[in-house]
């Protein structure tokens, strides 16, 4: 019985009131454990369909690697490369043109588009030690075609991808779990997929930073609004009343959206949250300010 009253507690209005009374630490508790509750199926989703992210978004701008074709790539395939333990295998040294870039000119939405794919494997333990290729002075001034300059340099612990749209790349640690032989490099597809695995740590970021918004920051402005609303009215509510209120109404919510997530895959649903916790809290709270009427 105490259980199926404390879950009629989190669902009922009429018995949602004693939460009002609680430690507003608890209700902060909730808040941020439903934002990283949100957070997981989502980082599930993205990382079993990341390869979507390259074949059918193009988010991070990798699909131009596609255009390479299995001969392009012959070189680095024939050499001893290795990425191992996040970190490019020594070895690698006296099998590839160090410093210097290799240039493949590609048609990329139908455009002449040109990739640069440096291997600059100078010691980075080394505090004396500099890049041999200086993308400032070496790439940022070169004239470019109609579709611009495409940079990818290898490095020992990662790589730096700078797209024509910006000159302020994007460095990207070797992926912990994804040790790869440059000679698996069968084509161009490959490449960009190994490079969308390095880039699901800033990606599974992202997502905890949204939930965050989502589930702490968003909800409380809705709080705050609509505690001015209620101030106005005969049946005020104090803050802190409203905000733990707000943080056991938040809870059906988030099970709704986590629920319909994994049942249905979408890396999207979690946007309408605000929306479901915001229709959720005005019904709750009007519920309330007529028992309030009432007493």
């Known amino acids: 019985m105490f259980i199926i009253r404390f879950f009629q507690s989190l669902v009922m209005p009429s018995k949602m009131v004693k939460y009002g009374k609680m430690n507003v630490l608890i209700a902060i508790a909730i808040f941020?454990?439903?934002?990283?509750?949100?957070?997981?199926?989502?980082?599930?989703?993205?990382?079993?369909?990341?390869?979507?992210l390259v074949d059918l978004q193009d988010s991070y701008h990798l699909q131009v690697f596609t255009k390479l074709t299995s001969e392009d790539l012959l070189p680095f395939r024939q050499s001893t490369c290795t990425v191992e333990s996040q970190s490019m295998s020594g070895l690698c040294w006296n099998h590839v043109q160090e410093g210097e870039p290799y240039i493949f000119e590609v048609t990329y939405e139908e455009?002449?588009?040109?990739?640069?794919?440096?291997?600059?494997?100078?010691?980075?333990?080394?505090?004396?030690?500099?890049?041999?290729?200086?993308?400032?002075?070496?790439f940022n001034p070169l004239a470019s075609p109609e579709g611009g300059n495409y940079l990818l340099v290898f490095y020992q612990?990662?790589?730096y991808y700078q797209t024509p749209?910006?000159?302020?790349?994007?460095?990207l640690a070797y992926a912990q779990g994804h040790d790869f032989p440059l000679s698996?490099?069968?084509?161009?597809?490959?490449?960009?997929?190994?490079?969308?695995?390095?880039?699901?740590?800033?990606?599974?970021?992202?997502?905890?930073?949204?939930?965050?918004?989502?589930?702490?920051?968003?909800?409380?402005?809705f709080v705050i609004i609509m505690w001015l609303v209620?101030?106005?009215?005969?049946?005020?509510?104090?803050?802190?009343?409203?905000?733990?209120?707000?943080?056991?109404?938040?809870?059906?919510?988030?099970?709704?959206?986590?629920?319909?997530?994994l049942i249905f895959p979408r890396d999207t649903f979690m946007f309408y949250y605000v929306t479901v916790f915001g229709l959720y809290y005005i019904i709750v709270l009007y519920r309330i300010s007529q028992l309030k009427k009432l007493a």
């Open 165 to 171: 749209d910006s000159q302020r790349g994007k460095e």
């Open 157 to 159: 612990d990662g790589v």
């Open 184 to 221: 698996n490099l069968d084509n161009g597809t490959t490449l960009a997929y190994r490079l969308i695995d390095m880039y699901m740590a800033d990606i599974r970021m992202e997502i905890s930073f949204n939930t965050f918004l989502i589930c702490v920051v968003y909800t409380l402005i």
């Open 230 to 261: 209620y101030k106005t009215t005969q049946t005020p509510f104090g803050f802190k009343e409203m905000y733990n209120i707000g943080a056991i109404a938040s809870i059906v919510p988030m099970m709704i959206i986590v629920v319909t997530t």
């Open 32 to 52: 941020l454990l439903s934002s990283g509750i949100l957070s997981l199926p989502n980082s599930i989703y993205i990382s079993n369909h990341r390869y979507d």
């Open 111 to 138: 455009k002449t588009t040109n990739i640069y794919i440096v291997f600059d494997l100078y010691d980075i333990h080394d505090v004396e030690a500099s890049p041999t290729y200086n993308i400032v002075e070496q």
